[in-house]
């Protein structure tokens, strides 16, 4: 359970999870004392922020940062060293504390859980309708099928046109195949051929059976990219597995509650055909060209900003201008310049698509010596799944040193992402007591500086966009 909603649990005030979740994750500021005390307001709480600097200033219950964790106490705590010290924020008058709107929330959670229910219910009746009515004019479930497999392969394929994934997703999206001749890409290629399947359903019933012989030929593409995602890229976008497992449903609805006849194929309505999924596609690539124009930043912008940052004064007020933790004892693993007297800290995760980014980037730089006036170290963020890969780099460290760290961490950032591979190789190392205390190191600082979310990067303590590795390569040159 997230920390924001045990507090209101621990509080008694009526609230809905969604509600919480999204009040929580809209705010900037929502994992800080401000932004807690801003959204217990909002639920109606009138509380004070004091500032505690022994047990006699806490007044109960109260909001602390107690063993690193945001909690309620409701009496003192048996050990009062755990609690952070600083601020604590007293209820002063909880009152009739709830979350505003709270009983339409829940009649909309309520409509939620009922709908799926309603839906087969519906089904069911349709069924059962159909078959009375079997004699007269029977429901087209032909028909009803094909719209919503057409409804359901329009959601993936805009989902893959917008990108909205994360992992190896982008490995398919990113890559050359992804793209017919380079230009068009098959994810507005694929949404086009949703829409005009939806189209010919709904309002060009003339064209059905031209339709049914194009889906047997759109059953290509499934076979293409599934092989390819299994066979060349090694990796899958779960949207584009999607997409096409609507290609194959659609094609098995054809073939069996359909029509699939290439004796029905005539000239006029194959061109009728072709030409409305021209005209399809066309406004689809339109939108999708316009909507990545406005993605990019302007031709200079990048170029300028790192101009700007080859004065040492600008670079240094940036980097100051971070929040400062003290990262003494975050990590010993030095992977580069063990001997310079700046410091790089940089926390990363495994299974983040950006740190996989970063991270190569980083061993170029590394390996171009241009960052040799900092120290580089890493640490990783909590890893699930027996910390197979995290762990096993860390024993590579120690094993084999700097380069055999970042080697490895290379080849699974660049391999083909096998955790069960993985999971063997972790399984083989003896454990060294180095290992040992170097995890409870990287675990104990994360914990205690109430650390999440993957990259970051801190310049001599202080945090800043990991972005800006790109300035201090440009000002070191």
């Known amino acids: 359970m997230h920390f924001f909603q045990q507090i209101l649990r621990d509080l008694h005030i009526k609230h809905t999870v969604p509600y919480a979740r999204t009040l929580f994750d809209e705010r900037q500021n929502s994992n800080s004392f401000l932004g807690i005390k801003q959204m217990l307001e909002h639920y109606g709480l009138k509380i004070n922020a004091i ?12 909001v602390c940062l107690y063993a690193g964790v945001f909690r309620v106490l409701k009496s003192a705590p048996e050990d009062f060293s755990r609690i952070s010290a600083g601020t604590a924020l007293i209820i002063t008058d909880r009152g009739a504390a709830s979350e505003p709107h709270y009983f339409l929330h829940r009649v909309q959670i309520a409509i939620r859980f009922v709908l799926p229910v309603v839906a ?44 909205e994934c994360s992992g190896s997703c982008h490995d398919v ?46 059953l290509i593409m499934p076979v293409w990219s599934l092989s390819y995602q299994a066979f060349v890229l090694r990796a899958w976008c779960r949207n584009c597995v999607g997409v096409q497992l609507s290609l194959i449903l659609i094609f098995a609805t054809e073939l ?5 006849n290439p004796r029905l194929i005539a000239l006029l309505p194959a061109l009728e055909a072709i030409s409305l999924y021209i005209i399809i596609f066309f406004i689809c690539n339109k939108i999708y060209e316009l909507a990545a124009m ?12 790192l101009e700007l940052l080859k004065d ?64 580089i170290k890493i640490i990783f963020a909590d890893e699930p799944a027996g910390l197979p890969v995290s762990g096993a780099a860390i024993c590579e460290y120690y094993l084999h040193g700097p380069q055999g760290f970042i080697d490895f961490m290379s080849k699974w950032y660049t391999g083909s992402h096998s955790i069960v591979k993985y999971r063997k190789q972790f399984a083989g190392y003896k454990l ?37 590795l790109e300035s201090l390569i440009v000002q070191n040159n």
């Not at 079997?134 to 917008?162: E, M, N, Q, R």
Request: proline fraction near 3%.
């Open 312 to 375: 040492s004064s600008t670079m240094e007020k940036t980097i100051a201008a971070g929040k400062q933790y003290d990262t003494t004892d975050a990590s010993t693993l030095v992977i580069a310049n063990p001997e310079a007297e700046k410091e790089l800290l940089i926390l990363i995760s495994p299974f983040c698509e950006h740190c996989k980014v970063l991270f190569l980037n980083l061993k170029e730089k590394i390996s171009s010596a241009v960052l040799n006036e900092y120290r």
């Open 120 to 163: 087969v219910a519906a089904m069911i009746f349709l069924a059962i309708l159909s078959f009375l009515l079997s004699g007269s004019d029977p429901f087209d479930w032909h028909k009803l099928a094909l719209f919503i497999l057409g409804c359901s392969g329009t959601y993936f394929s805009w989902k893959t046109v917008a990108k």
């Open 51 to 62: 500032h505690i600097q022994s047990e006699e200033d806490l007044e109960y219950p109260c």
């Open 256 to 260: 069996l509650l359909g029509h699939i």
């Open 432 to 468: 060294s007591t180095e290992y040992n205390e170097e995890l409870a190191r990287q675990k104990e600082w994360i914990r205690s500086h109430n650390i999440s979310g993957t990259p970051m990067m801190f310049v001599e303590s202080h945090r800043i966009s990991f972005f800006l």
């Open 294 to 305: 406005q993605k990019k930043y302007p031709k200079d912008l990048v170029a300028n900003y």
């Open 173 to 218: 999206l990113d890559s050359s195949a992804s793209k017919l001749l380079g230009i068009f890409s098959l994810s507005v290629i694929g949404l086009s051929y949703f829409i005009t399947g939806i189209i010919i359903e709904l309002f060009v019933p003339s064209l059905r059976d031209i339709q049914a012989i194009i889906s047997c030929i759109a």
